[in-house]
């Protein structure tokens, strides 16, 4: 596993939200310590962690994503809307202080480099077509047309943190996995094996659609 310089970092705990590189996530800031937090970062390098609390367990994941505040909007009472995107993963290191936010000391992650024998070109191209294959069976289910993004992105590891930030439903422990994995190819094995088995459901389910629809 690459990991990389170690930094301390302002850490924003979201409940049940895992950030992926280059996803924008939009923020509204009301509470005063995230005030707080979002002066001191505006006034430096515009970048706090973003890690999913997990309201269940009562915990923090130990592997987040940076944000990076694009856009900021100030109220006259002090509440900011912000617009944040998805940068570099970290691993939470120890946590340096706790008020009056969260700061932690973390490692910046990174994938590792793929071998010369990996074939991520074939293994992306089968799940960009199972990714398709889901949006259409479902909007045949459903009724209504859909189509896959325009910029869906084509590099192995830009497709895999894509589809991981787009899983549908109550996927928050998914997602929080595939944000740890740190090999492209093992992330998108796992992303084709839930688009796999999605799309086996749909089947089976467009099949009962048309065999009962009347005619």
């Not at 505006?42 to 923090?60: I, S």
Request: negative net charge; glycine residues 4%.
């Amino acid at each position: 596993m690459a990991e990389l310089a170690v930094r301390e970092l302002p850490l924003f705990p979201l409940p049940d939200v895992v950030l992926f590189p280059q996803e924008v996530l939009p923020l509204h800031i009301f509470e005063p310590r995230y005030r707080m937090l979002l002066r001191t970062v505006m006034a430096e390098d515009r970048r706090f962690g973003v890690v999913r609390w997990d309201p269940q367990k009562r915990r923090m994941a130990d592997v987040g994503c940076c944000a990076e505040v694009i856009h900021s909007q100030t109220q006259e009472d002090d509440r900011s809307n912000i617009v944040t995107m998805g940068q570099q993963r970290f691993r939470v290191l120890d946590i340096v202080r706790d008020a009056p936010f969260r700061v932690a000391l973390v490692s910046w992650i990174e994938d590792e480099t793929p071998t010369a024998s990996s074939d991520l070109g074939t293994l992306a191209t089968e799940v960009r077509q199972a990714l398709q294959d889901v949006v259409e069976l479902t909007a045949k289910l459903v009724g209504k047309p859909a189509q896959l993004p325009s910029d869906l992105p084509d590099l192995p590891r830009e497709l895999s943190f894509w589809i991981g930030a787009h899983l549908g439903g109550p996927v928050a422990d998914q997602q929080q996995a595939l944000l740890e994995v740190t090999d492209t190819g093992e992330r998108l094995r796992q992303e084709f094996q839930l688009l796999d088995h999605t799309r086996r459901q749909l089947a089976a389910r467009t099949v009962l659609k048309d065999t009962f629809q009347p005619q």
